[in-house]
Nanobody, 128 residues
């Protein structure tokens, strides 16, 4: 089993920044692709960003491109989501996920079914 714990959420004004962290434990982290998803009240969970197991490739949802950056430190078993220029519509519970799909394709890794392990989520609230 792989356990994932997110941190770094909070309340921030529009235009501000937050850095989310997702710490993994329980088994080898290196072999897993990692994703960030978010769910706003009354809405479906949606893909935000994903990073390949070796950190060599990333994908982003169009609405966060240029504002969010996903990265990972395999030595620390941690994946990050740096969020800049935050907007009120970014308000949601952000969850990280780990999956070992052999297909590194955007249609695959942007789907929830590509991930086997999920964290509990961290709340991000952006005020206008």
């Amino acid at each position: 089993q792989l356990q994932l714990v997110e941190s770094g959420g909070g309340l921030v004004q529009a235009g501000g920044s937050l850095r989310l962290s997702c710490a993994a434990s329980g088994r080898t982290f290196v072999g897993y692709n990692m994703g960030w998803f978010r769910q706003a009240p009354g809405k479906e969970r949606e893909f935000v960003a994903a990073i390949k197991w070796n950190g060599g490739s990333t994908y982003y949802q169009d609405s966060v491109k240029g504002r969010f950056t996903i990265s990972r430190d395999n030595a620390k078993n941690t994946v990050y989501l740096q969020m800049n220029s935050l907007k009120p519509e970014d308000t949601a519970v952000y969850s990280c996920a780990a999956g070992d799909s052999p297909l590194w394709l955007r249609p695959v890794v942007s789907g929830q079914y590509a991930y086997d392990y999920w964290g509990q989520g961290t709340q991000v609230t952006v005020s206008s």
